[in-house]
């Protein structure tokens, strides 16, 4: 009797501790209002990106030597993309693309994605159409891929990390 009423007890604290775990999983960690204030920051983030505003956007970054934006690369030792880490080299890396020419960003809204990591980290990942001719780029529009990672500074929302990817073309049909 002791053997199975242990048993029983056992089975329940475990299947407990799952269930337990199984909600916490589902909780979403940002409410609606905080990720369409993310959403929002983003529409931000890409206007002054057109508009070549340089100081706004450097306002938009979280200052820290661990910011990272991930771009096209001009300099052949650092490969075709690369990674440039805290705000003096993002601001050169973004002063010396949008100055290159014209630079136009043009996000696909409705395929736009914010989720909440934790309570003060987020993504967000959109599919986006560049238009750029920095560093040997022709200057027509290409499919590219943004994720930002969003940091929660006091009451405001920085870009902790930018990476850009270029959509390669679609491979031909063999045979």
């Known amino acids: 009797m002791y053997k199975t009423l242990l048993t029983t007890l056992t ?5 407990m501790g799952t269930v337990g775990a199984a909600s916490a999983v589902k909780e979403e960690p940002l409410d609606s209002t905080t990720l369409g204030t993310i959403k929002s920051e983003f529409g931000r983030l890409m206007e002054l ?12 970054f979280w200052q820290s030597p661990s910011t990272l934006l991930v771009a096209k690369s001009a300099i052949q030792s650092e490969g075709n993309w690369a990674g440039y880490w805290g705000n003096e080299a993002i601001d050169q890396k ?3 693309i949008g100055s290159s020419g014209p630079v136009v960003l043009e996000p696909d809204y409705s395929k736009l994605k914010v989720v909440g990591l934790t309570r003060d980290v987020a993504e967000s990942y959109v599919p986006m159409n560049i238009t750029v ?11 590219f ?16 990390s930018e990476i850009i990817l270029p959509v390669p073309p679609v491979p031909a049909m063999k045979g």
């Open 11 to 15: 089975a329940m604290a475990l299947s």
């Open 49 to 60: 990106a057109n508009k070549h505003d340089f100081k706004a956007l450097h306002e938009m």
């Open 133 to 143: 001719s920095y560093a040997g780029q022709d200057g027509t529009a290409k499919p």
């Open 145 to 160: 891929l943004m994720i930002i990672n969003w940091l929660r500074v006091g009451k405001d929302w920085k870009v902790a």
């Open 94 to 96: 973004l002063h010396d």
